[in-house]
């Protein structure tokens, strides 16, 4: 009797160290832009990128797969109630990314400033779950104070307001479009005018918490410092990233603020103990197994590099290296927040 088939995007950090352990399932790779290529072999497990949109019509795409799964930890390219009318199931890796994010954050705080200056501003963070909590304890360790945001955590948490006073802005939330509180186009012109002269605005969560029209505020204030892994529309294409190609006081990345070898390797292993339970296979062996010394690129150095050729892309109207980059980004080498 055959096994179940799993297949994964080639250069997905660990995988085949860690999915080699499998005995009940079929394990194979496939090029990340490339899954439809996949279906002839009629896999029963598929893992992609968030690009990848999980829905009505990939269910029909892909007839034979059961179970869709991510090694990050965003859900909102999923839409679960179509899931559940095909009886197919969704798996991710929730808060797997939550200390390279955080690191991110941190090292961009040192390009703008260092921490003797850091310690005389005030951080607010919008959004406290799994990333904004671990940014705060960096910060906490150094001493830094902040302030945060989040309508589920009522303990402590302030108003958006108080935190758009603040001189840092971080942001921390997932992509909502429902529910009691939304993030869809959660910050518009009018909050954004509140920010004042020199503040340092941060996104690492997704681009649309805004809409192109306020996205567009933004990079015209040129009293702003802005740190951004992502954008709306994303990948940034045309004007708008020719704009942002010669803009000072700005970092750009291409959405690989979470990319580090401890999220990607987390993010893999946690999916795949989660494959462990359903199919029956042994424990895996801890993850410090997998962990590797010696990473292409440092937490400390890596953002001035990116930002670079991220901008001469850019220039070049290369549009397309945006999600090269990103579908090829090297594990980066955590800077050691993630045990604090």
Known sequence: MSLPILFYPEGTVGASEIFSYFRNLDVRSYPAKSPEEIEKYKPSILIANTRLKVNREACIKFPSVKIFATVSSGTDHVNFSDLKKESRVFINSPGSNAGSVAEYCWVSLLHFFSEEKLRKKNVGIIGFGNTGKTFAKILEEKKIPYIYNDPFIKDRSVSLDEILKCSIVSLHVPLT????????????????????????????????????????????????????????????????????????????????????????????????????????????????????????????????????????????????????????????????????
């Open 177 to 340: 479009s429902d529910g009691p509180y939304p993030t869809v186009n959660l910050l518009d012109k009018d909050k954004i005018s509140k920010l004042k002269e020199d503040t340092l605005l941060l996104n690492t969560s997704r681009g649309e918490i805004w809409s192109e029209e306020t996205f567009q505020t933004i990079l015209d204030r040129k009293d702003l410092f802005k740190v951004m892994d992502v954008f709306y529309p994303e990948p940034p294409k045309g004007k708008i990233a020719e704009q942002m190609a010669s803009l000072e006081n700005s970092i750009f990345t291409p959405h690989i603020a979470g990319y580090s070898q401890l999220g990607r390797l987390l993010g893999t292993y946690r999916l795949a103990e989660k494959l462990c339970i359903l199919y029956k296979e042994s424990p895996l062996p801890p993850l410090s197994q997998f962990l590797k010394s010696d990473q292409p690129i440092s937490t400390e150095t890596f953002l001035k590099e990116e930002d670079r050729n991220l901008r001469d892309s850019w220039k070049n109207q290369d549009w397309e290296y945006f999600e090269r980059r990103r579908n090829s980004y090297p594990a980066r080498k955590d800077l050691g927040f993630a045990d604090l």
